[in-house]
């Protein structure tokens, strides 16, 4: 099931003009800051489809920068957000570009800062849903109706022990793990979705783990 | 959990609970929260709804210029002539467009489903409310049993433009309102899938062809469309007219024609009323370039 509860369909409280281009727009960007841990200095967000072909009209440009300011879908600010990213010297390049994708409102979001970066893909699948399909050249499948925690980690043994042993400790219960790396001792991506909504605390210890280069989670 | 209907209906016969009761449990179920919680958020809403169409009726127009003032013009209209279509039934359609007027305005509003199709189910039922004089409970569940059919919808095909057409948005908009009218109104929960199916049946193949890609034409008068046909479908139900194919297959079908629909006309901005010339002509003046 896509969507689990009533106020994904009689909601979100949003600033208009689209649902699925501006609400929708709004929480994969805000997603992207998440996954990134900090505000970005620099976007470069590639639309494809439906998106590309009507974002300026649907403003699901200052929808997008929007949620990479953090905002939520009914922040006033809204459509502002161009001109307040700006202000911020935050750099923002819309990228229609022509390639097929799987869903027609799909956006792909490089973002980073002198640090680090991440490069996420996002998919509006109607009402405001979203759903994050891609991160850093992994593939997901998170369903969307359980908070999941996104770690990414050395391909170390370990790794996903020092996790898991936090999250019992925490009486938190998984509900569905995948792991995935590039190679053999490089980058790996742990999705891991919960029962319960996992605290600030709890994330924190999760960070200081053995091998753990980045975590984020998303809420439902 | 109900995936379709026909299972929504059921529950509710069994239990002899009204469809917003199944889908106020569900909620509490899903969510593990209270029934305070639930009504509370769902309060929340209504009042951005209740805001909105506030807003409308004072007058707004969009950023481009294509919408607004519509829903004051219809109102005007009401008070000083008699309208052919009854006034509750006018109500509805100035309160459905006026929502989309303020949604293309970039004002704030409750998506229902989709902020494209935003109108249909607040419209009616501050419409509606004029003549029922629901408590503030039954107007919250009226957003319960909207939210309950388009569940299975979401759920079983698809609420955007996008991915279905119009149909998928202002036809399932419309046709929640349906439902809940006819809940609102005394009538069972199966006439409440009749409403639904009558609505949808007359919405399917409805193509989603924003000129210039925007939210507003012909969308804001979609709404209007869709708001007085859930009216009349809901009178339909409750006079004892039942829909011969029921209502899980009219989704389906709804599904299917959405699938074979070719993304022009699928919130593209390249088909349908966004390529007559006078679509194409509006972007141009709009955005300065040409189709």
């Given at each position: 099931m896509k969507?689990?509860?009533?106020?994904?369909?009689?909601?979100?409280?949003?600033?208009?003009?689209?649902?699925?281009h501006t609400a929708g727009a709004a929480r994969i960007g805000k997603a992207a800051r998440h996954l990134l841990g900090e505000e970005p200095a620099w976007a470069k967000i590639y639309l494809y489809e439906s998106f590309a072909k009507t974002y300026k009209g649907h403003g699901t440009d200052f929808a997008l920068a929007g949620g990479l300011l953090g905002f939520e879908t009914d922040d006033p600010r809204m459509s502002k957000a161009l001109e307040i990213a700006k202000e911020k010297n935050i750099t923002i390049e819309f990228i229609e570009d022509t390639a097929a994708a799987?869903?027609?409102?799909?956006?792909?979001?490089?973002?980073?800062?002198?640090?680090?970066?991440?490069?996420?893909?996002?998919?509006?699948?109607?009402?405001?849903?979203?759903?994050?399909?891609?991160?850093?050249?992994f593939q997901l499948r998170l369903s969307g109706n359980h908070?999941?925690?996104?770690?990414?980690?050395?391909?170390?043994?370990?790794?996903?022990?020092?996790?898991?042993?936090?999250?019992?400790?925490?009486?938190i219960n998984i509900g569905h793990m995948e792991v995935n790396r590039k190679d053999i001792g490089k980058d790996a991506l742990m999705v891991i979705e919960v029962d319960q909504n996992v605290d600030d605390?709890?994330?924190?210890?999760l960070e200081r783990a053995d091998h753990i280069n980045q975590i984020a989670k998303i809420v439902s | 959990?109900?995936?379709?209907?026909?299972?929504?209906?059921?529950?509710?016969?069994?239990?002899?609970?009204?469809?917003?009761?199944?889908?106020?449990?569900?909620?509490?179920?899903?969510?593990?929260?209270?029934?305070?919680?639930?009504?509370?958020?769902?309060?929340?809403?209504?009042?951005?709804?209740?805001?909105?169409?506030?807003?409308?009726?004072?007058?707004?127009?969009s950023v481009t210029g294509?919408?607004?003032?519509?829903?004051?013009?219809?109102?005007?209209?009401?008070?000083?002539?008699?309208?052919?279509?009854?006034?509750?039934?006018?109500?509805?359609?100035?309160?459905?467009?006026?929502?989309?007027?303020?949604?293309?305005?970039?004002?704030?509003?409750?998506?229902t489903p989709t902020a494209g199709s935003a109108g249909c189910v607040p419209g009616t039922l501050f419409a509606v409310k004029n003549q029922l004089n629901p408590t503030r409970e039954q107007m919250i569940r009226f957003l319960f049993t909207s939210g309950a059919f388009g569940f299975v919808v979401a759920n079983n095909a698809f609420i955007s433009g996008a991915a279905g057409g119009c149909q998928a948005e202002v036809g399932s908009a419309g046709a929640m309102a349906s439902a809940a009218i006819v809940e609102m109104a005394g009538g069972t929960p199966q006439q409440s899938?009749?409403?639904?199916?009558?609505?949808?049946?007359?919405?399917?193949?409805?193509?989603?062809?924003?000129?210039?890609?925007?939210?507003?034409?012909?969308c804001v008068k979609r709404n209007a469309a869709g708001s007085s046909l859930a009216i009349v479908s809901a009178d339909l139900a409750l006079a004892g007219v039942t829909s011969r194919i029921p209502c899980d297959e009219v989704?389906?079908?709804?599904y299917r024609i959405g699938k074979q629909m070719p993304s022009s006309l699928r919130e593209t901005g390249e088909g349908g009323l966004a390529d007559t010339p006078t679509g194409r002509l509006l972007k141009e003046k709009i955005f300065g370039m040409t189709v």
């Open positions: 969507y689990n509860s009533v106020f994904d369909i009689i909601g979100p409280v949003m600033i208009g003009p689209s649902s699925s799987d869903h027609p409102n799909t956006a792909r979001l490089c973002i980073g800062n002198d640090h680090h970066s991440i490069e996420l893909t996002g998919i509006s699948i109607g009402g405001g849903k979203v759903e994050i399909t891609e991160l850093n050249g908070p999941a925690i996104l770690i990414m980690h050395n391909d170390r043994f370990g790794a996903i022990a020092s996790v898991t042993k936090i999250l019992a400790k925490n009486e605390a709890i994330m924190n210890e | 959990m109900f995936r379709t209907v026909e299972e929504l209906v059921k529950i509710a016969e069994k239990e002899n609970i009204l469809i917003s009761e199944v889908m106020i449990r569900q909620e509490m179920e899903v969510k593990e929260t209270s029934r305070k919680e639930v009504f509370s958020q769902m309060e929340k809403n209504l009042e951005v709804m209740e805001n909105a169409i506030e807003e409308a009726l004072e007058g707004v127009n294509l919408t607004g003032g519509d829903a004051v013009l219809v109102q005007k209209y009401m008070k000083e002539k008699t309208p052919l279509s009854g006034n509750l039934m006018l109500d509805a359609v100035s309160k459905a467009m006026g929502t989309n007027e303020v949604n293309a305005a970039m004002g704030t509003i409750c998506a899938a009749d409403a639904f199916a009558i609505t949808l049946k007359n919405m399917l193949g409805l193509v989603c062809d924003p000129v210039a890609g925007l939210v507003e034409v012909p989704i389906g079908a709804m």
